[in-house]
Each structure stands twice: as structure tokens, then as C-alpha cells.
């Protein structure tokens, strides 16, 4: 009997001293990554914050102009990726640097030195078949990057 009571005191209990509702709001970015996960008055913070990391478009234009001095073939690569640029790329890129996708560190990384010759040739014939990510460090902190895939 004291057990019958007691249950349905504690149940009692949790659903009238423990009914408190709050509402989680969600905010997503452009790409449909969750960027934010909470309350109300910090979802607006959120949205905020995004609009203040947004792309413009002239760093749009910038970026395919950088793209537009860059060669690399071949894409797909099997056994030596070539990766030369234009003098005016030259002047913007601190180091280059090739990692696999699913992985954290870099299989290749070259500082833009000028005995290089505004090219970079790198050994992928060892490297597994897979995307790799191509990254130019530019002088000014940018990171720009492209996927490369290894037959």
C-alpha cells in the first residue's frame, strides 16, 4: 500500500512540479550545418553573428580571380599533380598544402619560397585513391581551397 502511495505521489509530482516547457530554437547556415541550438533571445545572437560572417560578393570575385591564375592538372590525378600560378598569385600565397579528406594532417605542405618557380609538384602515386583538399595560405590569414581527386 505505502508503495502504491508513494508511486503515485512521485508521479504525480513529476508531471505538475516538473511540466515546465521551453522552446529550443534552431538556426542553420546556408549550407544546412546547425550553427546554433538554444533559446530564444540567443537565436537572435545567432542569426546576428551569421550575418556578420557572410561572404560578400566581392570576396566572391576575388576568390575566382585567385582560382583564374591557379593551374593544376591533372584532375583526376594518377601519378604527379602539377600545380603552378601567376606572378600576381605569387605575391598572395604564403604556403601550399594537400591533405586527405577524412583526415586531419597534411600529406604535402611547401612554403612559397622563390626558388620554387611559382610551381609545385607533388608524388601521389604512393597516396590512395580518394578527394584530397588543395589549400593555398594566403599572406593576409585567408585559406582558400579546392577538392582533388586521386584515381
Known amino acids: 500500500m505505502k ?3 508513494l508511486s503515485t505521489l512521485s508521479m504525480i509530482l ?3 512540479g516538473f511540466s515546465q516547457t521551453t522552446e ?3 538556426k542553420y547556415d546556408e549550407a544546412g550545418n546547425q550553427r546554433y541550438r538554444g533559446t530564444n533571445i540567443n537565436a537572435r ?7 556578420k560572417t557572410s561572404i ?3 570576396q566572391v570575385d576575388e576568390v575566382k580571380k585567385f582560382w583564374e591564375g591557379i593551374k593544376v592538372y591533372p584532375v583526376p590525378v594518377k601519378d604527379i599533380l602539377t600545380i603552378e600560378w601567376t ?3 605569387n605575391e598572395l600565397i604564403d604556403n601550399v598544402s594537400l591533405y ?3 583526415r586531419v594532417h597534411f600529406v604535402f605542405q611547401q612554403k612559397n619560397l622563390p626558388n620554387i618557380n611559382k610551381q609545385v609538384q607533388i608524388n601521389m602515386g604512393s597516396m590512395y585513391m580518394g578527394v584530397y583538399i588543395l589549400s593555398f595560405q594566403l599572406k593576409d590569414g585567408r585559406v582558400i581551397s579546392r577538392n582533388i581527386t586521386k584515381e
Not at 545572437?45 to 550575418?51: D, G, K, R
Request: charged share 25%.
Open 24 to 26: 529550443i530554437y534552431f
Open 100 to 102: 586527405e579528406h577524412n
Open 87 to 89: 606572378d600576381e598569385n
Open 3 to 5: 508503495a502504491k502511495i
Open 14 to 16: 513529476g508531471v505538475f
Open 45 to 51: 545572437q545567432a542569426t546576428q553573428e551569421l550575418a
Open 56 to 58: 560578400t560578393p566581392k
